[in-house]
Each structure stands twice: as structure tokens, then as C-alpha cells.
């Protein structure tokens, strides 16, 4: 197993962050899991997994050995109508899905287009237009990184919620996901409710839509809503839609009467923190190397060279207009490191 010395990382995270690795990884299967961790732990390094790194802000260079799992492989373990699918944690997730579409697996079309790779998905549990990784997942294969022991998790044990799941909670840092076993269906389940789906159908021309037409909706609505990271750096959603309660949300209503939100199972209202940004005039704004998205009010932008230090404080300069405005607080949706 090659470690690799004092890498740059600014390829390895879709914002394009320069920072740069003492040790980098990439082990292509679970024996070379266990060799690199084994590695880091001789000398007590501490070890950070990075996938894509489009859900990653690099704001420091991390300490010790960096991970970067690449294995590979798609291989079906059952097939009838319901087809369990074994897939490497190094799988890129974009290119997996329209796999899966092409040997006509579905169940995996809502989820089109979202950057990163196989192994990251159930760590915030992937999801988009009404339908998350939990829905299709069966299992995972995961590297202890203090010991090097090998364990299964069940999809009932991996505590799922929305963008939520063991891996970011109790479970968090311990692990190196190492292969997904997905639960896909030779019938077609289509979920076309959700957002603007069947809207963008209609204006494909398709009556009698099929998972591969609900794919190309979804991959035509997902390029006319976020930047491509390739063309501009970006991890995507950069704050958490805010969760307030019902006296704060009739509050905020009153004084500002455009206000967007959904009402939440538990009595409280999601704001939209898109709106709440656009509302403070930050969309487009400029500093140095990084930006708001001029569509995009949820989206920091590295326009090139920005360090993770210039995301970091025009994030708070956001957080302290819209807390300022509006008495919200916003929380950051990637990982900081
Ligand atoms: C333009 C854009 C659009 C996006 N749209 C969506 C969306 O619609 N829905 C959505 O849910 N997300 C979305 N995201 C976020 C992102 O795509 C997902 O969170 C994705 O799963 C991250 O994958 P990654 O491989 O890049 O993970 P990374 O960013 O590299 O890592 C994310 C976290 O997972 C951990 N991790 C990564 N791989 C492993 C592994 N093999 N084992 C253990 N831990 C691991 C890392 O340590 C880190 O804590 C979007 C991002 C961008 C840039």
C-alpha cells in the first residue's frame, strides 16, 4: 500500500480548497484499508476518510493520514425482481446511477447527479426529489479505523434519518465504509411528485414517463439550480435550511410577509435559507477569491485560489447579516475540517 507524502488536495474537494495532506492513501480494497489505518495508527496519526470531497470544507490542512478510499466494483449478489447490488465505497455515485439505469436496475433516478462517491452516500444519507440512499440501501461493509476489524451494518442499524445517520452520530470517525449492498427493483416504483419533476416532463414532452425519463427530468432541473463544481468550486448547499418554532415563524412573518417555509412534524416551521440570504442582498457578493453564487444564495463560491479561511469568513459575515436581520442563526451543512 503506497502512502503518499505532503499531497495537495485542491483536485480532492469540489470546492477546489488548497490544502494539503502529510499522508495521503488510496487503498482499492479492505486489506489495503487495514494496512494504511495500520500505518497511521505506528504512529498515532489521527486519520480523516475523504471521498469526493464535495461535502468537505478544507479549512485547515488536515493532521496525519488522509484516506481517500477507491475501491471499485458493481457486482450483482441476488437477482430477481428485487436485485441486491454490491458496489466499492470508491464508486463514483453520478456514474453509478446511470449505470444502474443503463442494466435496468431502478430506484436510484430521483438520485441522479449528486457529486461524491459510493461510500460517502449513507453518511448523511443522500437525498433528493423524495427519495434517500435508506430507501434502496441493504447493507455496509465497513473498516474499523481503530482496530482494522471488519464489520457489517445492516441498513436497520445505521439509525437513518434526514441527512442524518449513524456514521455522522454516534458512530462518527470510526469507520471506513468499504463497499454499499443496494436493494433495486427490475420493476419501476416511479417517484415523480416531488418538486418540479413532472413539470419538467411535461416540458420534455413525455407523457408516459419511464425511470430513465425521471432521471433526465431531474438531471435538467439539478444543472438549472446549482453550479457545476467542475466549472465553479462549490461544495453544493453551504447552510442548513433553519428549523424555528411556531412564536418565531408568526413573528418573522409579520415583519417580513414573503417569508418561505415548511411547516415540520414537531410544530416548527423550515425556513428557506436561500430566501433569508437573498433577503440581506448578498446574492452575487464578492470577496477576494470567494463569492455568493449570483443565482445561487445558498451556494460559496471559490472563484480560484480561495483558502478555506476565505470561505470560512464570508460564511460568517453571511451568519451575522441574516442573524442580525432576522434573530436565525445558520448552521453550515458540509464538514469543516
Ligand atoms: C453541487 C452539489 C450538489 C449536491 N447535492 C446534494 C443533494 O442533492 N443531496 C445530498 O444529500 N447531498 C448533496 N450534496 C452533498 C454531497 O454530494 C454528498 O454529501 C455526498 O455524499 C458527499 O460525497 P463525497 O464522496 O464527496 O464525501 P466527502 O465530502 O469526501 O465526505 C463527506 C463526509 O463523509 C465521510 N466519508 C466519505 N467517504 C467515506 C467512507 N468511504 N467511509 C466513511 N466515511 C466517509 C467524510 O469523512 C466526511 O465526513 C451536493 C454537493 C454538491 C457539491
Known sequence: M?????????????????????????????????SALAFARERAMSVLVLGGGSNIVLAHDPEG???????????????????LLRVGAGEDWTDLVAWTLRQG???????????????????????????????????????????GRSRIFPAAECAFGYRDSIFKQAERDRWVIVALVLRL?????????????????????????GPIDVAQAVIRIRRSKLPDPSVVGNCGSF???????????????????????????????????????????????????????????LVLVNYGGATGRDVLALADAVRDAVEHRFGVTLQIEPRVV
Open 2 to 34: 503506497e502512502i503518499q507524502v505532503n499531497q495537495p488536495l485542491d483536485r480532492l474537494n469540489t470546492f477546489g480548497l488548497g490544502a494539503r495532506a502529510p499522508f495521503l492513501a488510496r487503498p482499492t480494497d479492505a486489506d489495503q484499508v487495514r
Open 65 to 83: 493520514l488522509v484516506l481517500r478510499p477507491s475501491m471499485t466494483g458493481r457486482c450483482v449478489l441476488e437477482d430477481g425482481d428485487d436485485v
Open 105 to 147: 436496475l431502478w430506484g436510484l433516478e430521483n438520485l441522479s447527479l449528486i457529486p461524491g462517491t459510493a461510500g460517502a452516500a449513507p453518511v448523511q444519507n443522500i437525498g433528493a426529489y423524495g427519495v434517500e440512499l435508506a430507501d434502496h440501501l441493504h447493507a455496509i461493509e465497513a473498516v474499523e479505523i481503530a482496530s
Open 185 to 209: 427493483s427490475r420493476s419501476p416504483h416511479l417517484r415523480t411528485g416531488y418538486g418540479t419533476i413532472r413539470q419538467e416532463l411535461e416540458t420534455m414532452g413525455i407523457a408516459s414517463p
Open 239 to 297: 447552510f442548513s435550511n433553519p428549523v424555528v418554532d411556531a412564536d418565531t415563524y408568526a413573528r418573522l412573518l409579520a415583519s417580513h410577509p414573503g417569508l418561505t417555509a415548511h411547516p415540520q412534524e414537531n410544530g416548527g416551521f423550515k425556513l428557506a435559507a436561500a430566501w433569508l440570504i437573498d433577503r440581506c442582498g448578498l446574492k452575487g457578493t464578492r470577496r477576494g477569491p470567494v463569492g455568493i453564487h449570483p443565482d445561487h444564495a
